[in-house]
Each structure stands twice: as structure tokens, then as C-alpha cells.
């Protein structure tokens, strides 16, 4: 055998080598990621949403989902606690909110389709929409 052969099967072993590693490394990763997208896509669920954010407490929610002062004609009070990541994706896709009646729930999705990046319970809500939750 001479020096190359000896060379060119040494080479072909450690590429062989690495892509065996490699595939371990992969079929690893798959095995833990599938879990925890299926924790997330259950975590979804209990995420929370205040309405409205803490950073504007106090303030009432017109029926276009717009903050308005307290005591604003046809504006509702906002809900005693945050609402359910759960509660909410049944309101989006058309149903009542717990403990609500038809009209505030409607402003209350209303607010919630306005939340933007950076404002509590924009994390939940964007959640929400991926396909698949």
C-alpha cells in the first residue's frame, strides 16, 4: 500500500466520521425540539393578556378597541383580570369571552388586534396567530 492510498482511505474514514457525527448531532436536536414545540404550543394557551396594559391602567376600552378616559359614553371598563391566551384565541375566531356580553367582548378583541410590539400581552397575542395553535 503506498503512501496515498494509505492518505485517501485515512481522509475518506474521517469523512465518513464526521458525517455519522454529524447525523447524531441532528437526529438529537430533532428529538428535543419536538417536546418543546409541543410545551409552547400548549403554554400558548395559558399565556395572559391585560387589557389594558399596566402601562395604561385605569383607562377604558371604546368599543374600535381605542383607550379612552373612564366614564367615556359607550366605552366599557376593562376586565377585572388579564384574559386567557385560550379565552382570547376562541374570541378571535368568534366567540364570547368569558364573563362578558357580546359588545365588550368585540372592543376587547378590538384592543388586542391594536397591541404592538413591546406593549404586555403582544407576546401572547402574536402566539396566537401562528398556524397551528
Known sequence: MTDEQASGESAG??????????????????????????????????????????ARAGSYIAADGALVPPGTAGAFA???MPLKGQDVKGALAGSTLPGTDPQSSQAYVNYIR????????????????MPGR
Open 114 to 129: 391594536r397591541l404592538q410590539y413591546g406593549q404586555s400581552g403582544f407576546t401572547c397575542y402574536a402566539s396566537l396567530q
Open 13 to 54: 474514514s474521517a469523512t465518513r466520521r464526521g458525517l455519522l457525527q454529524l447525523g447524531a448531532v441532528g437526529a438529537t436536536a430533532i428529538i428535543t425540539i419536538r417536546p418543546a414545540l409541543a410545551q409552547s404550543a400548549a403554554s400558548v394557551l395559558h399565556c395572559e393578556i391585560p387589557v389594558p396594559d399596566p
Open 78 to 80: 376593562p376586565p377585572a
